[in-house]
């Protein structure tokens, strides 16, 4: 299983608009094949900042689903709230 890591920082008073898209996106959209699942993390040293952890069969279903017109919108979206994106991490689950 491959696992995306990203962290984001938030524009202060948008934590709630964050985490609330991220579901709604979930809920709306059909799930892309290869995501298994997905966890909201929120840091409790650094003020607004989140990361997204999520869990696929490859990386290339995660490349795939990035590439398509249902992702890039919502992705302008969530630029609004976004204040940077601050790394990125990939992962193979070993346990």
Known sequence: MYTYIVSFKVKEGEGISF?????????????????????????QNEENRYFLVEYWSTKEDRLKMESSKEYQ???????????????????????
């Open 19 to 43: 985490v609330e898209l991220q579901k709604f996106e979930e809920l709306t959209e059909a799930k892309p094949a290869g995501l298994d699942h997905f966890h909201i993390f929120k840091d």
């Open 73 to 95: 919108l919502f992705r302008e979206h969530r630029n609004l709230i976004v204040e940077k994106k601050y790394e990125t991490y990939e992962c193979d689950v070993v346990i």
